[in-house]
């Protein structure tokens, strides 16, 4: 059974740095890209940017580059989302979801891990 | 990047109904690069259909796709009360994005 489970709860303050994870299981994970999606409060879905686990290429949205680092360890089959410098309007729902056979729709997703950004 | 603009942002239907939601792209989607997702309160999105008209593993025959280019139609043949949540289109060509959502609610 493919499962993509994500790293918890994170409540952070302005300008404080932070990575949040998404293990996946029950497949190739090399094999399929990793995405992330974010979802605000009370809105809809953003497609962030995705990696290929098996030699890491990497694409973002526009609207996201240079704002957030995607990366994965293949070793232990875990991609990641981090932030150097967070504010309030990072606070969101971010999803990690698995990508279908060389096409970027996601078919599996992980729980989500909210974040919240507050003074 | 394309915009996908969906309509109606909500539809009240009543059980038993039949339900159609619309995507329109600002460009045309190539290969017909469109997929619909299902999300409920407090859920993760769930994939219903792919390539525009491909169902997802597990999905109902009563869920259905269609279009080509920019116009796209996801139909639900006759809904269930399961079937009440809110509802994404994607386009997952060179630069993805997804469309705001239509809310299908109980009418």
């Known amino acids: 059974e493919v499962q993509l489970v994500q790293s918890g709860a994170e409540v952070k303050k302005p300008g404080e740095s932070l990575k949040i994870s998404c293990k996946g299981s029950?497949?190739?994970?090399?094999?399929?890209?990793i995405g992330w999606v974010r979802q605000m409060p009370g809105k809809g879905l953003e497609w962030m940017g995705i990696i290929y686990p098996g030699d890491s290429d990497t694409r973002y949205s526009p609207s996201f580059q240079g704002q957030v680092t995607i990366s994965a360890d293949k070793s232990i089959s875990i991609a990641y989302l981090q932030w150097s410098s967070l504010k309030a309007s990072d606070t969101a729902m971010y999803y990690c979801a698995r990508s279908g056979a060389a096409s970027y729709y996601f078919d599996y997703w992980g729980q989500g891990t909210p974040v919240t950004v507050s003074s | 990047e394309i915009v996908l603009t969906q309509s109606p942002g909500t539809l009240s239907l009543s059980p038993g109904e039949r339900a159609t939601l619309s995507c329109r792209a600002s460009q045309s989607v190539s290969s017909s690069y469109l997929a619909w997702y299902q999300q409920k309160p407090g859920q993760a999105p769930r994939l219903l259909i792919y390539?525009?008209?491909n169902r997802a593993t597990g999905i109902p025959d009563r869920f259905s796709g269609s279009g080509s280019g920019t116009d796209f139609t996801l139909t639900i043949s006759r809904l269930e009360p399961e079937d009440f949540a809110v509802y994404y289109c994607?386009?997952?060509?060179?630069?993805?994005?997804f469309g705001q959502g239509t809310k299908l609610e109980i009418k």
């Open positions: 994607q386009q997952y060509g060179s630069s993805p994005t």
């Open positions: 029950g497949h190739s994970f090399n094999s399929y890209w």
């Open positions: 390539g525009a008209s």
